[in-house]
T-cell receptor, first 110, second 111 residues
Framework: QQKVQQSPESLSVPEGGMASLNCTSS?????YFWWYRQHSGEGPKALM?????GDKKEGRFTAHLNKASLHVSLHIRDSQPSDSALYFC??????????FGLGTRVSVFP | EAAVTQSPRNKVAVTGGKVTLSCNQT?????MYWYRQDTGHGLRLIHY???????EKGDIPDGYKASRPSQENFSLILELATPSQTSVYFC??????????FGPGTRLTVL
């Protein structure tokens, strides 16, 4: 069973709209959560991390963590064409690397 | 900004052949990682290292070996390549729970 599960698999958002991505972990050893973004043909690049309950905002991106339910979300406000990419949720227990979800493909249309 | 480079960027190998993928980082990070990316499986950790001379098994190490001869270099070795190892391989460097910096990837095709 996937330890980090993401939904939806894909998402279409109008330019200027809000995109909401979800991530749930089944392993309580995970203490830190990351959101990575991968454009086609490139390696993943970190967007932001979150490890405290509540919201964390960085520009147009807001992450929310509920530690009790191990649920993390990412909200992209005022979506731009450059936001079209594959978004990964990743969880870390420090001991070994990151455990990634399968990703959510976001497409921003004009 | 952190820099992680990989070589080669593309590789075609024959079944049973030996393949070496190389990774170099200029961030002076202690930790380095090898992942593979496949549709339907996301990114999966193959091997990782805490520093020169150390290698550790990740989630899917079977069929792969790793070598960390220096702080900067981390190699992934496929001694007997199989078609199931056709994938895109990413190297990354980082420290603890801090951000991992990924290279551009190597696309490997095993015929």
């Amino acid at each position: 069973q996937q330890k980090v599960q993401q939904s939806p698999e894909s998402l279409s958002v109008p330019e200027g709209g809000m995109a909401s991505l979800n991530c749930t972990s089944s392993d309580r050893n995970f203490q830190y959560f990351w959101w990575y973004r991968q454009h086609s043909g490139e390696g993943p690049k970190a967007l932001m991390s979150i490890f405290s309950d509540g919201d964390k905002k960085e520009g147009r991106f807001t992450a929310h963590l509920n530690k009790a339910s191990l649920h993390v979300s990412l909200h992209i406000r005022d979506s731009q064409p450059s936001d079209s990419a594959l978004y990964f949720c990743a969880a870390s227990d420090w001991a070994q690397g990151l455990t990634f979800g399968l990703g959510t493909r976001v497409s921003v249309f004009p | 900004e952190a820099a992680v480079t990989q070589s080669p960027r593309n590789k075609v190998a024959v079944t049973g052949g030996k393949v070496t993928l190389s990774c170099n980082q200029t961030n002076n990070h202690n930790n380095m990682y090898w992942y593979r990316q496949d549709t339907g499986h996301g990114l999966r950790l193959i091997h990782y290292s805490y520093g020169a001379g150390s290698t550790e098994k990740g989630d899917i190490p079977d069929g792969y070996k790793a070598s960390r001869p220096s702080q900067e270099n981390f190699s992934l070795i496929l001694e007997l390549a199989t078609p199931s190892q056709t994938s895109v391989y990413f190297c990354a460097s980082g420290e603890g729970d801090n951000e991992q910096f990924f290279g551009p990837g190597t696309r490997l095709t095993v015929l």
